[in-house]
């Protein structure tokens, strides 16, 4: 008498779990040979970072390592965050290869832009926040810092303070393609947006309010993109999303 075969779901299910198990692991050494690569050169990555602030501190002041290890860990650390970053379209398309054989042709049409754009506007906004916003930011705080206080700050406080400060900007620039996807989903709709612009202008204001340093500069040079990122992602949805005629 033959043994049964295992159930196909069991198997397709094993199949799967061993295809993203492989996705990761190329993931993982992914990152690991950009980080290998750039660890050398840790320090001057550390130095791009910090040059901003450096030059806007007096000749007297400087970074400071309050902890006895921090000198040699947030360089690294922050390798590793380049590392992440560099790799970040590579990551996407390896989710994007698990995802798409159990998506219909015309899904497929639609979600490669989609990736590909969610990809240049993250970078996009990593950059405004690098180049635009990031000198601003710190000279309220330099500025603004009481007369007989000598402004110092930890190598590591500062690396989670430019961190933070790229990371919002990179996802805040996702709002076109979040737009989007909401709209292709039928959770909103094109008409419902369009009525509740003025609440969502000031929702954006409120939050760049509260996730940027708390300067003027900062939080308009977030809520402004983030309204007319909002209205791109509209205009998108208008020009590709097909709203049934009334009868």
């Given at each position: 008498m033959k043994s049964p075969n295992p159930p196909t779901d069991d198997v397709s299910l094993m199949s799967h779990f061993i295809e993203l198990r492989g996705r990761f692991i190329r993931i993982f050494l992914a990152v690991l040979v950009v980080f290998l690569a750039l660890v050398g050169f840790s320090r001057e990555l550390y130095d791009l970072i910090?040059?901003?602030?450096?030059?806007?501190?007096?000749?007297e002041s400087s970074l400071i390592a309050t902890d006895v290890a921090?000198?040699?860990l947030a360089p690294i650390r922050l390798t590793f965050f380049t590392a992440l970053f560099i790799t970040v379209p590579?990551?996407?398309?390896?989710?994007?290869g698990?995802?798409?054989?159990?998506?219909?042709?015309?899904?497929?049409?639609?979600?490669?832009?989609l990736l590909f754009s969610s990809i240049a506007l993250f970078y996009l906004g990593v950059t405004f926040a690098y180049?635009?916003?990031?000198?601003?930011?710190?000279?309220?705080?330099?500025?603004?810092a009481p007369d007989n206080v000598l402004p110092m700050t930890d190598i590591d406080s500062y690396l989670n303070f430019v961190i933070k400060l790229l990371l919002v900007f990179g996802v805040m620039f996702e709002i076109p393609v979040v737009t989007l996807i909401l709209v292709l989903?039928?959770?909103?709709?094109?008409?419902?947006?369009?009525?509740?612009?003025?609440?969502?202008?000031?929702?954006?204001?409120?939050?760049?309010?509260?996730i940027t340093p708390p300067d003027g500069a900062s939080m308009l040079m977030l809520a402004i993109p983030m309204c007319l990122l909002f209205e791109l992602g509209l205009i998108m949805a208008k020009l590709l999303v097909k709203t049934p005629k009334a009868p």
């Open positions: 910090s040059n901003p602030l450096v030059a806007l501190l007096p000749n921090s000198g040699f590579f990551i996407l398309m390896q989710i994007w698990f995802i798409s054989p159990g998506l219909y042709h015309h899904e497929k049409r639609t979600a490669l832009p180049f635009i916003v990031l000198v601003p930011a710190l000279k309220f705080f330099v500025v603004f989903m039928r959770l909103v709709s094109i008409a419902s947006l369009t009525n509740k612009r003025r609440y969502i202008i000031v929702g954006c204001f409120a939050v760049a309010a509260v």
